[in-house]
């Protein structure tokens, strides 16, 4: 290992300016955030700043992204809630102690994972799936925060009951006017600001740095607001409360093996979560500016990150989609900005938490909700659906699983669609009876053009490597043609588009090759691929092959003609 | 639906005498291993007798092979044994029971996939993870039976805790003599007595008659030696003890929930072995015989044989390789020679059962070992491992799994390495650049052959369909071609060995255009199939792509030549 990360060394002076003031930014701009996930992961809102602080510095050593930020995300919270609030009550001693334990652990798999070389497995689950299961976990976010708006208590974190107790339940009060005040701002930032200010003639630079602003000023208003008139005292406002001064000391610890054994799935589950997330992002990032990443050196930075963020903070950490936009926008270059950003956290936390603790816990939840309904992204979940009826199954799939199920059944869900996209397509192979066209060498679909055909031989050909889920359908229609073709002497299998045969298919070949003969009928092959042809060449399929094999299928047919 | 199954309408009455005379040797030959499967299962061996009457008689009716005998089979007995005897003690009224339970919610799980023409299910899983199975499966088979040779009672029927017990336990008696003494005999009929009978003359079709023969002469001499000298009460050799005379009435029940939701998992799992062995048997007997099988009447004969087995002898039944075999050896034509051997079943019952109360149990356990034995597939596993590594490791790993965590955890690996070698596979590409052979208008890899090539466009030809799993491999592999080639202004992807283009790879290579305009490189396409042309013309990639689409790749050299 080198003694300094690749980007310190040489660190490139001429971005020290652009990576100070970046870091500086991004601090003050994320504190909203960083605060509202770690209520949304019910734990103490200081959560959020802490796992602000050494954990962005681990990521910044060991990871392989220039600009990607990695801090308390939403998804990774609303996991953490999903998976603890059925073992214990948020905020309480034991749930503290679990989401420290469900950060380190997932982050000592991720660790894992990158150390083997594992990073390949973040491409278990397609775009279509990741774009469902994003969106159904935002649904969900949207509904754990409406408590905070409407004064409801669910007993547990699942849409139905949170439902059920928000119409039960349902008080509208001075928390629900800040929360809804906040939101229309927060939505209206979001979604018009920059161009209102564009049309006033701000540079677009300095439009969306002030679209940036906006949830702070949110925060420190609403603040305000709470502070001058006794919000929290005079009419219950529900307040983020006594934030402990200062900053706490790390807590060591290690987990125990009946809650590890208890937590193993989600644990799973939130590395491979933050595994694709990770790394996505880094590589949007990094085709952006031109750079490439490691999926390994990143599983590695995001693991250490979490493990650091379970000794202090004892939040799980991911890397953040607009925690790393503002990163990008406010000009950072190097990890450098991440590691300022992490010591002017550090002086936010000894100086100016107390600052937060009148901060109304409606317009935290009021932020999460606007962030949560960016997330839910009703184009791609369209554009797969358009482009591949298979896709959109398993992306809406994913997302109704997540939101009826569960975050962990519904990514379990995700995984499994993908997986039977990929067998079910290759598994219903397009299959094409050829033949030649008059006066030349090439060979095309007999259903699709007028070409000449042998009496004698069938010529099939298969745009799909050969393996164990498709070779029924190809001896399925093989034999369908022979049926519907009296009088034939020789098959001919076209494998042009056949990249790979894996072991069950040429057994399957070979008992096929052994049934026509019994029938009078010989196999042969043209155009096996080179690699393909070096595995079979010794196979009994081959030496024992009642046809021959061809090079070419116009060698076939003139040899077959004659 | 018909109201006589297709065999039967009309019957051809030339198989008539065949068919008869079949179903009443296949009777007389199947009983040992009816009453040894039945005891493998841990149940009362007349069960194994019960359910090769009713359920034999509704597979007849509803399954679509002409010789498949259906009947109690290795692989579902010692499922059921290890399923239930974690639960309940084996011969127990609750053991009865649930395996009972588990034969009719198989069946019923069966009859669903059939009616709802889920057949391909069965592909899950490839050839050598069967033959890992089926391997794992027979040791575990083998240990479990050795208990009947050396008087050994170990408390759980995992290998670990046989061997244990064994090693504690084994006592060397009676049973042990006769019990080893069977196997010699039956091995030795197995393996040269075909050959041997050949060399004085006799008729290969008499020969395997005589073969087929001996393990009941092995089980009539056995019971004959008990009772002459009194083996069982003298000497203590265990034997199959008071067998219920007649032919109980049916018992009809309704599974509990509680037990259903217990038994979920091992449900599932048995359907799915059940599926993949019976349509894997009916299509190799069918093959041979020249005639088709409908995948779907097949789980529909299977689940109905199942659910009528659990109301009537309560055991689990499914296809069998060696009950086939002798079916077929005996001349059946059609499944009436099934519904023979099924009345021929009922007399057997009803006038010779008590024949075998002083059958020692140590003679069926030695049946038990030797077909365990020819079950496992060295060959196939070896095969499989020479011929393509990652199958290999799929056999080898699910028969590891087997033995070591169980039959339900290793039919779980199985499928999981099945669908891992095919992703696997699918995601490490084969990709070459490609020149154009001097003076022709061939293309080929650059490292193999001595091809000329333009120094600004790039071409490189992906041998695999693109799909979420496999595109950053291409994108990585194109953009170290781009870093090693300075100077490019255009790269050709070429799309001839790509069968599909699923959303995932559609939205990546819209990126990456983005990503190469911004580097002045232009993206093109040549030789994009008609489905997939099809299906990208409306997409953005199409759309708003930089370079072009051309028909062939020589189009496009000439073009970029230029």
Same mark, same amino acid.
Not at 103 to 127: D, H, P, T
């Given at each position: 290992?080198?003694?300094?990360?690749?980007?310190?060394?040489?660190?490139?002076?001429?971005?020290?300016?652009?990576?100070?003031?970046?870091g500086?930014?991004?601090?003050?701009?994320?504190?909203?955030?960083?605060?509202?996930?770690?209520?949304?992961?019910?734990?103490?809102?200081?959560?959020?700043?802490?796992?602000?602080?050494?954990?962005?510095?681990?990521?910044?050593?060991?990871?392989?992204?220039?600009?990607?930020?990695?801090?308390?995300?939403?998804?990774t919270?609303?996991m953490?809630?999903?998976?603890?609030?059925?073992?214990?009550?948020?905020?309480?001693?034991?749930?503290?102690a679990?989401?420290?334990?469900?950060?380190?652990?997932?982050?000592?798999?991720?660790?894992?994972?990158?150390l083997?070389?594992?990073?390949?497995?973040?491409?278990?689950?397609?775009?279509?799936?990741?774009?469902?299961?994003?969106?159904?976990?935002?649904?969900?976010?949207?509904?754990s925060?409406?408590?905070?708006?409407?004064?409801?208590?669910?007993?547990?974190?699942d849409?139905?009951?949170?439902?059920?107790?928000?119409?039960?339940?349902a008080?509208?009060?001075?928390?629900?006017?800040?929360g809804?005040?906040?939101?229309?701002?927060?939505?209206?930032?979001?979604?018009?600001?920059?161009?209102?200010?564009?049309?006033?003639?701000?540079?677009?630079?300095?439009?969306?740095?002030?679209?940036?602003?906006?949830?702070?000023?949110?925060?420190?208003?609403?603040?305000? &607001?709470?502070?001058?008139?006794?919000l929290?005292?005079?009419?219950?406002?529900?307040?983020?409360?006594s934030?402990?001064?200062?900053?706490?000391?790390?807590?060591?610890?290690?987990?125990?093996?009946?809650?590890?054994?208890?937590?193993?799935?989600?644990?799973?589950?939130?590395?491979?979560?933050g595994?694709?997330?990770?790394?996505?992002?880094?590589?949007?990032?990094?085709?952006?500016?031109?750079?490439?990443?490691?999926?390994?050196?990143? =599983?590695?930075? =995001?693991?250490?990150?979490?493990?650091?963020?379970?000794?202090?903070?004892?939040?799980?950490?991911?890397?953040?989609v607009?925690?790393s936009?503002v990163?990008?926008?406010?000009?950072?270059?190097?990890?450098?900005?991440?590691?300022?950003?992490?010591?002017?956290?550090?002086?936010?936390?000894?100086?100016?938490?107390?600052?937060?603790?009148?901060?109304?816990?409606?317009?935290?939840?009021?932020?999460i909700?606007?962030?949560?309904?960016?997330?839910?992204?009703?184009?791609?979940?369209r554009?797969?659906?358009?482009?591949?009826?298979a896709?959109?199954?398993?992306?809406?799939?994913?997302?109704?699983?997540?939101?009826?199920?569960?975050?962990?059944?519904?990514?379990?869900?995700?995984?499994?669609?993908?997986?039977?996209?990929?067998?079910?397509?290759?598994?219903?192979?397009?299959?094409?009876?050829?033949?030649?066209?008059?006066?030349?060498?090439?060979?095309?679909?007999?259903?699709?053009h007028?070409?000449?055909?042998?009496?004698?031989?069938?010529?099939?050909?298969?745009?799909?490597?050969?393996?164990?889920?498709n070779?029924?359908?190809?001896?399925?229609?093989?034999?369908a043609?022979i049926?519907?073709?009296?009088?034939?002497?020789?098959v001919?299998l076209?494998?042009?588009?056949v990249?790979?045969?894996?072991?069950? &298919?040429?057994?399957?070949?070979?008992?096929?090759?052994r049934?026509?003969?019994?029938?009078?009928?010989?196999?042969?092959?043209?155009?096996?691929?080179?690699?393909?042809?070096?595995?079979?060449?010794?196979?009994?399929?081959?030496?024992?092959?009642?046809g021959?094999?061809f090079?070419?299928?116009?060698?076939a047919?003139?040899?077959?003609?004659?």
């Amino acid at each position: 290992m080198r003694l300094l990360p690749r980007w310190a060394s040489p660190y490139p002076r001429q971005h020290l300016a652009s990576d100070l003031l970046a870091g500086v930014i991004v601090t003050i701009l994320v504190i909203p955030q960083s605060l509202a996930y770690a209520l949304l992961a019910g734990l103490p809102p200081q959560a959020g700043l802490y796992v602000a602080i050494f954990p962005v510095i681990a990521y910044s050593l060991f990871g392989s992204s220039m600009v990607q930020a990695v801090g308390p995300v939403a998804i990774t919270s609303i996991m953490t809630y999903s998976v603890l609030t059925p073992i214990a009550a948020p905020g309480s001693p034991e749930y503290i102690a679990l989401a420290a334990t469900l950060a380190l652990a997932s982050g000592l798999v991720l660790l894992g994972c990158g150390l083997l070389r594992l990073g390949f497995l973040a491409r278990l689950l397609s775009r279509p799936v990741i774009a469902g299961f994003v969106s159904g976990s935002a649904v969900l976010i949207v509904f754990s925060q409406l408590k905070y708006l409407f004064n409801a208590h669910p007993a547990a974190s699942d849409a139905l009951t949170v439902l059920a107790a928000l119409f039960a339940e349902a008080r509208i009060d001075a928390s629900t006017a800040i929360g809804l005040t906040a939101i229309v701002v927060l939505a209206f930032a979001r979604s018009s600001l920059a161009g209102l200010l564009g049309k006033v003639g701000i540079q677009p630079g300095a439009a969306a740095f002030v679209v940036r602003l906006v949830p702070l000023l949110v925060v420190l208003l609403a603040t305000l &607001a709470v502070v001058s008139w006794n919000l929290d005292r005079q009419y219950g406002v529900a307040v983020v409360g006594s934030i402990v001064e200062g900053l706490p000391a790390p807590v060591f610890f290690l987990p125990e093996a009946g809650e590890l054994k208890r937590l193993a799935v989600p644990i799973a589950l939130m590395a491979l979560i933050g595994m694709v997330q990770n790394i996505s992002m880094a590589q949007v990032l990094a085709i952006r500016r031109r750079e490439r990443i490691d999926a390994n050196a990143e =599983l590695i930075g =995001l693991g250490a990150a979490n493990v650091v963020a379970a000794f202090h903070g004892g939040m799980p950490v991911g890397g953040g989609v607009s925690r790393s936009a503002v990163n990008v926008a406010a000009g950072a270059q190097t990890p450098l900005a991440g590691i300022v950003a992490a010591f002017a956290m550090l002086a936010v936390v000894i100086g100016a938490a107390p600052l937060f603790t009148r901060l109304p816990l409606a317009v935290l939840a009021a932020s999460i909700i606007v962030a949560a309904v960016s997330m839910i992204d009703l184009r791609g979940l369209r554009q797969a659906w358009h482009y591949d009826r298979a896709d959109g199954i398993a992306a809406l799939g994913t997302g109704a699983g997540v939101f009826v199920l569960g975050l962990e059944a519904g990514i379990g869900l995700g995984i499994l669609l993908s997986l039977a996209t990929l067998l079910y397509r290759a598994s219903t192979p397009h299959i094409a009876v050829l033949g030649r066209i008059p006066d030349s060498e090439h060979f095309r679909n007999v259903e699709r053009h007028a070409v000449e055909t042998l009496p004698s031989a069938l010529f099939l050909r298969t745009d799909e490597s050969l393996f164990f889920g498709n070779l029924d359908a190809v001896e399925a229609r093989l034999l369908a043609e022979i049926e519907r073709n009296g009088g034939l002497r020789d098959v001919v299998l076209i494998m042009s588009a056949v990249n790979r045969v894996d072991a069950t &298919a040429m057994e399957v070949l070979h008992d096929l090759d052994r049934e026509l003969g019994a029938r009078g009928i010989r196999l042969n092959f043209a155009e096996i691929k080179g690699p393909v042809h070096d595995r079979l060449r010794d196979t009994a399929l081959l030496q024992e092959l009642s046809g021959r094999v061809f090079l070419s299928v116009n060698d076939a047919y003139e040899a077959l003609q004659g």
